[in-house]
Nanobody, 123 residues
Framework: EVQLVESGGGLVQAGGSLRLSCTTS????????MGWFRQAPGKEREGISC????????SYADSVKGRFTISSDNAKNTVYLQMNSLKPEDTAFYYC????????????????WGQGTQVTVSS
């Protein structure tokens, strides 16, 4: 059974930082594409970052590029999202995603994801 558990969210002032973690089990971590997406109340899901656990290649949405960094620790089966220079518009529920296998890159509408972690940025 695929399991993903996000943690590390919280309340932070604008300009601050948070580090999200996604611990995983139930699949061959090294062979998968993983990512983070977020969703705020009344807004559409936004895919924000993706990583290949096999070769470490990454991508970012323009809205977070230069501020967020995705990484993975294959020994711990964990993916991280380091978020710096946070803005109030970053406030959302953040979810970790893993593909179903065989994907070339993240599909933020398909795959498996966890229960999410809330990030709130105050102005």
């Amino acid at each position: 059974e695929v399991q993903l558990v996000e943690s590390g969210g919280g309340l932070v002032q604008a300009g601050g930082s948070l580090r999200l973690s996604c611990t995983t089990s139930g699949f061959a971590f090294d062979d998968h594409i993983m990512g983070w997406f977020r969703q705020a109340p009344g807004k559409e899901r936004e895919g924000i970052s993706c990583i290949s656990n096999s070769d470490g290649s990454t991508s970012y949405a323009d809205s977070v590029k230069g501020r967020f960094t995705i990484s993975s620790d294959n020994a711990k089966n964990t993916v991280y999202l380091q978020m710096n220079s946070l803005k109030p518009e970053d406030t959302a529920f953040y979810y970790c995603l893993v593909d179903r296998g065989g994907s070339s890159w993240c599909d933020y509408e398909d795959g498996y994801w966890g229960q999410g972690t809330q990030v709130t940025v105050s102005s």
